[in-house]
């Protein structure tokens, strides 16, 4: 019953949102332009195909039929062609989303296996050259620009010593498409060989995102720790004898985690926005890499698409995830 | 005042962001006097074309033959003009929505506060491309492109902040003494909670610069000949592996700056937030 | 075995403040016997919960230092003891605790069960037996969990164990305390001012439970608490602190009928024309960080000779268990 309301509660926040990034987008894309449908038209277009689109996307009308038109079009699935690979952009960003959805989804388990355990040692070891160490390492691995660090590990392990490959999700043709997670394609069709050339095509691209992403994760469950040792609870624990090992392991740890799991849909904004160039640069064929080809190419109706679905996305798993903490969190009562 | 900068004269990791910040400003200030080809920023010497760093060009030379380090230096006056530019609106923009919400709470402040939630729940860096995108690659829209989508980061603090610090008995002095609200929001509140607004600023200025090179990266930054440092690494990995100098350079300005603000904000962070100040030690 | 359950013996323990090292206590002098209440009352401040710590070993590591003195309980001397054998052998099992704050002492994300199962799994007193298997010790310990919830009157135990400590009242939740302070049957329970956060009407009951079950089990108590009202109710001794010493010490009938330091007299003088216990008494508090030489009280004492501003009075003892610290203590009666 409470995990009923809780998500009526949250997807009845979830509508406006999602009609507000629509609006947003809506915004720049038709009002902000002189001419949207130049923009949509491309460079080379000729006056004819661009009154033809102004014409077809209704652009003379007023800007409130205009954005009522748009929000049908996108619940239809219709946010026009691509100028670039001339099929609808729908079409051509869902079959990236498997393939960014599986680096971003690998990342982040990477990044809770290594940061929380960082950030429980440091916060035991409050003030220790550790912590200071790690203080460090984490500010740093915030400051590096993903795109210059993703250069250097390519230039390092793929180019200079051949370690690892340049690019792409695996050599030559990927699994039969089953789920498009190439890792889980190729454990169900028990393919090793191609499993362990997804894995390798994957180290660069995951250990470049991880970097910020474990570097957030270490700094909260660090302060979150902290705060749960220094709380009255733990004051009471240690008064009445309950073993540390328990109290730290048990007690604390699991208030700890509850904050840091509010901090994975902000982990997962870093990370789709740390994969449009992080994808371009290792030629992973995500959205980010489409994203950064719309770019290129001036494909209007392309970039702006990307937009509305990373957006939907990082709204998305930020609505699981408060449903997530509201489960796992007792004292939530909404 | 003479505590905080004790306590942060402490803070060594935080020292060395300020002298990392205090480098890139001098490199803006000093540009001229500082780089050894001050012409290279539009002048070409196509026979040089990438060389590696050495006396002549310390850094090496790009791939028009123009010394990196100079190029470097002046990159660091767009650098800063864009960060501050963008912050600067950022924060004319935020503060003041954050205020008045918070102080009149009624359907407007539940708006504006929504909207703010809205602009927050989707990565920056994707709708700053969209703007970017839609405006075209000038420094003026990179900066329009970056404010237009951090200034809630500002309006979401000083809304929580003027909220909690409207039920403080001096504010409510204030209020009862007939102050107007302009004059309460304006002399009581802010400079309360100033120290929020100016940790949250400083953090603000590294992730800005991180993602104004990033536009420049994809090439929704200044055109060229503009030494911009992110569009400076997209040129250069057309010639890799060979001239790793012109990739590496411009990434490791880049670092050095954002890690600058990011330490100086946390060591600001730690002194200004009472609730973060490491308690008193015995072994001190 | 001699009647005294805990003798502390000139016990100094100082804080490090941003201010300057405050001296916290100052040499204080207690004994507690066997299956006594000791009432330990003194202003806010006073450094109670300080020697409420002190006892159980549980001051802040960083910030306090203990710069002399002895706590000896039973044949074991606390401050020589190390931090594993307190937790094990003393804590939760000798020596337990009930905090003041019955809202913030419980962990929030566990459930009551979980909380007490845990503490039964190392305090039980059926582990000190070992007759019992685990399972069996499982068993009667859950019976013995349930009869202790029903001597503190909790309504529908089972019921409360399930709960999480958000969804109970402060008053239960206090119960709750008491439980789980008597269930591992220590020989000492430290109860800093457990009625202070809890409302008027409620205090009164959960004082009733309190004296009734320690009575019944011969548990010695320590109770601090700003208000002699409240000492006077369920104390047989009585210990009032000013500014970190320890300043009289008589059995409660002897306290209210002679109290013999100025301070004591002036605190009962104050009692009628003050709602909250210790207030109405002209000066000021001392600053610990810098405080008085001599006698602390010396600056608000109309008594006060050249003697009390330089050495601090030893212990007189004016009547039977009845000692006072004062170099002009009152002889008349009130
Ligand atoms: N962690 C601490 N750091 C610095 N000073 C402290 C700390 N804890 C207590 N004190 C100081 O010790 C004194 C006694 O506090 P306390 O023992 O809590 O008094 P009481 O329980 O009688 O109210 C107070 O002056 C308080 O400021
Ligand atoms: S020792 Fe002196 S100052 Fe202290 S209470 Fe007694 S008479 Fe007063
Ligand atoms: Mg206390």
Redesign the pocket.
């Known amino acids: 019953m409470k995990t009923f309301v809780l998500v009526v509660n949250r997807l009845a926040w979830f509508v406006p949102t999602l009609l507000g990034l629509l609006a947003i987008v809506f915004f720049i894309s038709h009002v902000i332009p002189a001419d949207p449908a130049a923009f949509v038209a491309g460079e080379n277009a000729t006056p004819e195909t661009v009154a033809a689109i102004r014409a077809r996307l209704g652009l003379d009308q007023p800007l409130y039929v205009q954005f009522w038109r748009y929000i049908l079009s996108i619940l239809d699935g219709d946010m026009g062609r691509s100028i670039y690979t001339g099929r609808p952009v729908v079409e051509d960003l869902l079959s990236r989303l498997p393939a960014t959805l599986e680096l971003t989804l690998v990342t982040v388990l990477v990044s809770i296996a290594v940061g929380v355990p960082l950030g429980v040692v440091a916060a035991l070891r409050r003030n220790s050259w550790l912590d200071h160490g790690l203080r460090v390492v984490t500010i740093a691995g915030l400051a590096i620009a993903s795109f210059w660090f993703a250069i250097l590990l390519q230039l390092l392990f793929s180019m200079r010593l051949g370690w690892t490959p340049l690019g792409g999700r695996v050599e030559g043709w990927g699994p039969e498409q089953i789920t498009g997670f190439y890792l889980i394609d190729a454990l169900i069709l028990q393919d090793h060989e191609i499993l362990l050339d997804a894995l390798q095509h994957m180290i660069l691209p995951v250990v470049t995102l991880a970097v910020p992403a474990t570097a957030t994760i270490v700094r909260f469950t660090r302060a979150g720790m902290l705060n749960a040792l220094q709380s009255n609870y733990v004051l009471y624990e240690t008064a009445m004898g309950y073993p540390r090992r328990l109290v730290i392991w048990k007690y604390v740890l699991r208030n700890a985690l509850i904050g840091t799991v509010t901090q994975i849909g902000l982990i997962f904004g870093i990370l789709l926005a740390g994969a449009v160039v992080v994808e371009a640069v290792f030629d992973w064929p995500g959205l980010g890499t489409f994203a950064v080809n719309s770019i290129l190419s001036s494909d209007y109706n392309a970039v702006m698409g990307f937009t509305v679905i990373v957006g939907t996305m990082f709204i998305v798993v930020n609505l699981v995830v408060d449903i997530l903490h509201g489960m796992i969190d007792p004292r939530e009562v909404r | 005042m003479r505590r905080i900068l004790r306590k942060l004269a402490e803070d060594r990791a935080a020292l060395f962001g300020l002298v990392l910040i205090g480098l890139l400003v001098l490199a803006a200030i000093l540009a001229p006097w500082l780089s050894t080809h001050p012409g290279d920023v539009t002048e070409f010497h196509t026979a040089q074309r990438l060389t590696a760093p050495g006396a002549e060009n310390w850094l090496g030379t790009d791939r028009m033959g123009s010394d990196i380090y100079s190029r470097l230096l002046y990159g660091a006056r767009i650098t800063i003009t864009i960060a501050v530019t963008a912050i600067a609106v950022a924060v004319a923009i935020g503060v003041p929505i954050g205020l008045v919400a918070g102080y009149y709470q009624g359907i407007g402040s539940e708006l504006l506060m929504r909207v703010s939630d809205i602009f927050l729940a989707v990565p920056q860096i994707v709708l700053a491309i969209a703007i970017a995108q839609t405006l075209g690659p000038s420094i003026e829209n990179v900066i329009l492109a970056l404010s237009a989508t951090y200034w809630p980061f500002w309006a979401r603090l000083v809304y929580a902040e003027t909220r909690s610090c409207k039920n403080e008995p001096f504010v409510e002095a204030a209020i009862a003494l007939g102050c107007s609200p302009w004059r309460v929001m304006v002399l009581h509140i802010l400079p309360s909670i100033s120290s929020s607004i100016i940790v949250r600023t400083t953090i603000g200025m590294g992730g800005t610069i991180l993602t104004a090179a990033t536009l420049g990266f994809l090439g929704l930054g200044p055109p060229p000949p503009t030494p911009e440092w992110g569009r400076t690494i997209a040129e250069a990995r057309e010639f890799l592996p060979m001239a790793w100098w012109y990739a590496a350079f411009p990434g490791l300005a880049i670092f050095l700056v954002v890690m600058g603000f990011n330490l100086l904000g946390d060591g600001l962070r730690d002194v200004l937030d009472p609730r973060l100040r490491r308690?008193?030690r015995h072994d001190k | 075995m001699t009647s005294d359950l805990i003798t502390v013996r000139g016990l100094k323990v100082s804080?490090?403040?941003d201010a300057g090292i405050?001296r916290?206590?100052d040499g204080v002098d207690l004994t507690i016997r066997r299956g006594e209440i000791m009432g330990l009352v003194?202003?806010?401040?006073?450094?109670?919960?300080?020697?409420?710590?002190a006892i159980l070993g549980i001051?802040?590591a960083n910030?306090?230092r203990i710069e002399a003195g002895q706590i000896r309980f039973e044949e074991h001397d606390i401050l020589d003891l190390d931090e594993a054998s307190l937790a094990t052998q003393l804590r939760g099992r000798q020596i337990a605790y009930i905090p003041?704050d019955p809202f913030t002492a419980f962990n929030p994300v566990f459930t009551i069960g979980t909380q007490i199962d845990d503490l039964m799994r190392f305090k039980s007193p059926l582990l000190r037996e070992g007759r019992l298997s685990a399972r069996e010790r499982r068993r009667a310990d859950r019976l013995r969990v349930l009869e202790m919830l029903r001597l503190v009157q909790l309504p529908d135990p089972e019921g409360v164990l399930r709960k999480y400590p958000h969804e109970v009242s402060g008053g239960q939740r206090q119960r709750l305390m008491i439980a789980m302070a008597l269930l591992p049957q220590p020989k000492l329970v430290i109860a800093?001012?457990p009625t202070t956060a809890l409302d008027v009407t409620v205090q009164a009951q959960i004082l009733t439970v309190l004296k009734r079950l320690a009575r019944d089990r011969g548990v010695a108590v320590l109770f601090?608490t700003?208000d002699l009202g409240t000492a006077y109710e369920i104390c047989d001794r009585i210990t009032v602190?000013y500014a970190?010493q320890e300043v009289e010490e008589a059995p409660v009938a002897d306290f209210f009928a002679r109290p013999s330091h100025p301070y004591t007299r002036k605190l009962l003088d104050s009692l009628p024309s003050s709602e909250n216990g210790i207030r109405g008494i002209t000066g000021e508090i001392p600053r610990?960080v810098d405080p008085p030489p001599g006698c602390r009280f010396h600056p608000r004492c109309e008594r006060a000779t050249e003697e009390c501003r330089t050495t601090r009075p030893p212990t007189h003892a004016v009547a039977v268990a009845h000692d006072v610290r004062c170099h002009h203590p009152l002889q008349d009666s009130a």
């Open positions: 308690a008193a | 804080f490090a403040s405050a916290v206590l003194g202003e806010s401040g006073c450094g109670k919960t300080t020697l409420a710590r001051l802040p910030a306090a003041q800093d001012e601090t700003h602190m970190g610990l």
